[in-house]
């Protein structure tokens, strides 16, 4: 059974930092790539950023040079670094792993005030 749990969420103000993680059970994390969605209150879930299983890497417009996706094979676990933090950044993140399948985890949470 596949699980993502994300942690890290929370409210920031404008400027700021926060780490998203996301520890995955359930698959062969090496070879899984992985990435962070998030979804605007009123709007669609949209990539943020992705990683191959090979450590490349992919970001929305939006977030690029402010944002950095990572991984962690020995944790099973990937991260979201992100600096810059606008109020449009406000969102629920959510986890995806491409494995067999497409695979989500419940979100959490990050709100930016002005």
């Known amino acids: 059974q596949v699980q993502l749990v994300e942690s890290g969420g929370g409210l920031v103000q404008a400027g700021g930092s926060l780490r998203l993680s996301c520890a995955a059970s359930g698959v062969i994390f090496r070879f899984t790539a992985m990435g962070w969605y998030r979804q605007a209150p009123g709007k669609e879930r949209e990539l943020v950023a992705t990683?191959?299983?090979?450590?490349?890497?992919r970001y929305t417009d939006s977030v690029k040079d402010r944002f950095t996706i990572s991984r962690d094979n020995a944790k099973n676990t990937i991260y979201l670094l992100m600096n810059s933090l606008k109020p449009e950044d406000t969102a629920v993140y959510y986890c995806n792993a491409v494995y067999d399948n497409f695979y989500w985890g419940k979100g959490t949470l990050v709100t930016v005030s002005s």
């Open positions: 990683i191959t299983s090979g450590g490349s890497t």
